[in-house]
T-cell receptor, first 114, second 114 residues
Framework: QKEVEQDPGPLSVPEGAIVSLNCTYSNSAFQYFMWYRQYSRKGPELLMY????GNKEDGRFTAQVDKSSKYISLFIRDSQPSDSATYLC??????????????FGSGTRLSIRP | DAGVIQSPRHEVTEMGQEVTLRCKPI?????LFWYRQTMMRGLELLIY????????DSGMPEDRFSAKMPNASFSTLKIQPSEPRDSAVYFCASSGTGGNQPQHFGDGTRLSIL
């Protein structure tokens, strides 16, 4: 069993819809949770990060962590065609920092239809 | 800032050949990471350096893979001899110190071994 599981999609939704992307994990030591966005032919870029359980909001994006269920989510409101990308969850027991061993999900491919 | 620069962007070569991938990290960053991304295994950390010193190479798949960082502005990942199963996208990332610093990724080298 992988430490981090993520549905690969693809997920296709109409513009303006609310998108929900999810990951599950097995290592209860994970405390730091991240979402990366990866456009086609580009490297991943850090989108949001949260510590422990709870919600964090940044514009149209909300990250949610439920440690009791070992489940994290990324919600995108008022989705735009420019949000079309692959979204990778990532997590670590030690931090977001340089020296942390970060485990990535395999990514969910999202397409927003105009 | 120019970001993390990788070369070449694409490499196609025959099995058994030596392959050298190059990376220039963001100036001032003292951590450098090499990752491999495939559909089957997602994004995997191969090795990382701190101040040009290899810290953790436990992700390097086998002795055919080697990485060096001769100075703060340059790193190489070498595969010799290459095999078809090495085909993947290889990413370099860098980050700074001082608290939780996210990793900044390059655009990757798409490697195909025939």
């Amino acid at each position: 069993q992988k430490e981090v599981e993520q549905d690969p999609g693809p997920l296709s939704v109409p513009e303006g819809a609310i998108v929900s992307l999810n990951c599950t994990y097995s290592n209860s030591a994970f405390q730091y949770f991240m979402w990366y966005r990866q456009y086609s032919r580009k490297g991943p870029e850090l989108l949001m990060y949260t510590y422990s359980s709870g919600n964090k909001e940044d514009g149209r994006f909300t990250a949610q962590v439920d440690k009791s269920s070992k489940y994290i989510s990324l919600f995108i409101r008022d989705s735009q065609p420019s949000d079309s990308a692959t979204y990778l969850c990532a997590m670590s027991a030690e931090g977001y920092s340089s020296a942390s061993k970060i485990i990535f999900g395999s990514g969910t491919r999202l397409s927003i239809r105009p | 800032d120019a970001g993390v620069i990788q070369s070449p962007r694409h490499e196609v070569t025959e099995m058994g050949q030596e392959v050298t991938l190059r990376c220039k990290p963001i100036s001032g960053h003292d951590y450098l990471f090499w990752y491999r991304q495939t559909m089957m295994r997602g994004l995997e950390l191969l090795i990382y350096f701190n101040n040009n010193v290899p810290i953790d190479d436990s992700g390097m798949p086998e002795d055919r893979f080697s990485a060096k960082m001769p100075n703060a502005s340059f790193s190489t990942l070498k595969i010799q001899p290459s095999e078809p199963r090495d085909s993947a996208v290889y990413f370099c990332a860098s980050s700074g110190t001082g608290g939780n610093q996210p990793q900044h990724f390059g655009d990757g080298t798409r490697l195909s071994i025939l």
